[in-house]
């Protein structure tokens, strides 16, 4: 495998309006004949991207200055605890709580959630490594680039951002649904009815995009203005889900912790696989790497602890719904609201409801501040539109990127219902932090021109057998179901295979601040436990997956191939212009 160093510049906007220098300033789009000729080299091109790795400090210092100003420095470790918080605790806990326990788990989600809460835990540190070491806005996208190359990292990115607009859009539309609640109307006599339309699509809600627009500005204005914003919200929202705790605790029965695994360990499994979802958000926090003060100390304290927090709650919150009501009467859809109805606290729904409308606020806010500097490092690669890169000298944030990407979350949550939406979200989270922790497996034992043919060869049938193990474990959990043969051989290999990598391989490169703790096994872990929760997602789920990545490649092949390679070399250039001239300076002095 290669690397290369790049740099380059960003197009800047002309006068009042944008121009194409603004969007496809590459030597390749320059004219049709520039543009048919650079297709004509595709094949070419795609494997010198499929083959080319990113360098850290490629990363780190000339893509970045590719923005030409700096995001401002103005986040410590509390701002980035409670960012944390705010990203992952939304309405998902007060939703799918209820299915979980109803129909899956029992008393025993408390242990689906605790279960998926480790793997998210898992998952975390993976990230929290690369974060130290590679504090850009890119987050993920950034890290993929390093460790497995362009094309892998455009395809995870492009997945992620779909996913961030379509989650983005159901969460404001969520939030027109509880504001409905609390002014004790249904959720739709708020939206407005387009007949003309069609179903699914002609429930117009501009509450949604009110909220959006808010939302854009307040995180476009002032990085530390959103981190205050959102640690009052955030410490709001605990104020109130502590509320919840000890109120319904008032009205436990141990009673109902008796049948406590009415599905047994299959059914516990099924709720942890579900409830994964209320953990997603957290690699969001991520991106804000180019804006914290102290990276080492502040990321560790920061991602950690805040998912640590969220577990814990979560963990309680569930024990205190089943304590309140068997599980047999837990409602789907509305459980603690429901469930404080029931013990005669009917007042209490409307605390639930504006819990649920802080922490929806608060992940809106994460939502497109995790958007925007995601599309903000692609931008730097030319991947997509250079013009996204932009951060405005005055805020020191992505405000292009921030509006571009408040505008396609506002027009989805305007015309597109919560049904949907739903339906739309995929597996690309799941998929991204599987490739994360097979990015620090490669980060760790692969370092280029050092680690032998070999080893090289030996680590390559190490991570085939590790992700081979992973999938046919995952393959027959969706299959079968009561048989335990193949989780008993697909697990031997697994181990046997962490283990080899272990014992026999030594590791290329340490972490030179903050690293993952027992490696391989955690991220051999990580990516065994994500893989196993793809194998309970739905096939359209994979479909849906498919089709978005097909119209991905589709751009890449004809758009994003050709920009990233034209601004790769033109960087290439600049770098040995650079390297001769010192060289020159040096001879001369």
Same mark, same amino acid.
């Given at each position: 495998m290669g690397s290369t160093s790049e740099?380059?510049?960003?197009?800047?906007?002309r006068g009042?309006?944008?121009t194409k220098e603004d969007f496809l300033?590459?030597? /390749?789009?320059?004219?049709?004949?520039?543009y048919v000729k650079a297709l004509g080299n595709t094949t070419a091109r795609l494997k010198d991207r499929l083959l080319t790795r990113s360098l850290d400090e490629v990363e780190l210092h000339a893509v970045r200055d590719r923005s030409k100003n700096e995001m401002k420095k103005t986040l410590n470790w509390w701002d980035l605890l409670w960012f944390g918080i705010g990203a992952v605790m939304g309405s998902g806990i007060f939703v799918l709580t209820g299915e979980a326990a109803n129909e899956y788990a029992g008393p025993a989600v408390v242990l689906s959630y605790f !279960? @998926?809460?480790?793997? *998210?835990i898992l998952s975390v540190l993976c990230y929290t490594e690369f974060a130290v070491e590679l504090p850009v806005a890119g987050g993920s996208f950034a890290y993929l680039r390093v460790e497995l190359g362009d094309f892998v990292a455009y395809v995870a990115a492009g997945n992620i951002l779909f996913e961030y607009v379509v989650a983005g859009?159901?969460?404001?539309? @969520?939030?027109?649904?509880?504001?409905a609640t609390l002014c004790n109307h249904d959720p739709n006599d708020f939206r407005f009815y387009a007949s003309s339309l069609a179903e699914g699509y002609n429930r117009l809600d501009p509450i949604a995009v009110a909220v959006s627009i808010v939302v854009c500005v307040l995180a476009s204005l002032s990085m530390k203005g959103?981190?205050?914003?959102?640690?009052?919200? /955030?410490?709001?929202?605990?104020v109130i889900i502590a509320f919840m705790l000890v109120a319904g605790l008032t009205k436990a029965d141990s009673a109902n912790f008796k049948d406590f695994a009415p599905f047994g360990l299959r059914g516990?499994?099924? *709720? /942890?696989?579900?409830?994964?979802?209320?953990?997603?958000?957290f690699d969001g926090t991520t991106t804000l790497g180019e804006e914290i003060k102290k990276p080492a100390r502040d990321i560790p304290i920061g991602l950690i602890g805040s998912m640590s927090l969220v577990m814990i709650v979560y963990c309680l919150l569930a024990a205190t719904l089943v304590l309140m009501?068997?599980?047999?009467?837990?409602?789907?859809? *509305?459980?603690?609201?429901?469930?404080? /109805? *029931?013990?005669?606290?009917?007042?209490?729904?409307? !605390?639930?409801a504006f819990g649920a409308l802080k922490g929806m606020t608060t992940v809106l806010l994460a939502n497109i501040i995790g958007q925007a500097r995601y599309f903000t490092h692609i931008g730097r690669t030319h991947m997509a539109p250079p013009f996204l890169a932009t951060i405005n000298k005055k805020t020191g944030t992505p405000v292009n990127a921030t509006v571009f990407m408040t505008i396609a979350n506002s027009v989805i949550a305007f015309f597109t219902s919560l049904d949907v939406l739903a339906n739309l979200l995929s597996i690309s989270t799941l998929f991204i932090f599987s490739l994360v922790a097979l990015a620090l497996l490669v980060r760790r034992y692969y370092v280029s021109g050092e680690t032998s043919d070999s080893d090289r060869n030996k680590f390559i049938g190490f991570l085939v057998l590790i992700l081979g193990s992973s999938i046919s474990m995952a393959v027959y959990w969706a299959v079968s179901e009561h048989g335990w043969i193949g989780y008993i051989v697909g697990g031997a290999v697994w181990f046997l295979a962490t283990l080899g990598l272990h014992v026999t391989m030594k590791q290329g490169r340490k972490p030179k601040i903050w690293g993952a703790p027992i490696v391989p096994w955690l991220p051999s872990a990580s990516i065994a436990i994500n893989v196993f929760i793809l194998g309970s997602m739905d096939g359209s789920s994979f479909a849906r997956f498919a089709v978005w990545t097909g119209i991905l490649l589709v751009y890449y092949l004809f758009v994003g191939l050709h920009a990233s390679y034209d601004a790769a070399k033109v960087a290439q250039k600049e770098v040995q212009v650079s390297q001769a001239t010192s060289m020159e300076a040096g001879i001369a002095s």
């Open positions: 740099g380059g510049g960003v197009a800047r906007k009042c309006g944008w300033p590459e030597e /390749s789009f320059q004219s049709w004949g520039t !279960i @998926s809460g480790v793997s *998210a859009a159901g969460v404001a539309r @969520s939030w027109t649904s509880y504001f959103s981190s205050r914003f959102n640690s009052i919200a /955030s410490i709001v929202h605990m516990i499994l099924k *709720a /942890s696989s579900m409830l994964f979802f209320a953990y997603v958000g009501q068997p599980y047999a009467q837990i409602d789907v859809d *509305a459980p603690y609201s429901v469930a404080f /109805s *029931a013990v005669g606290m009917d007042w209490a729904k409307y !605390i639930v």
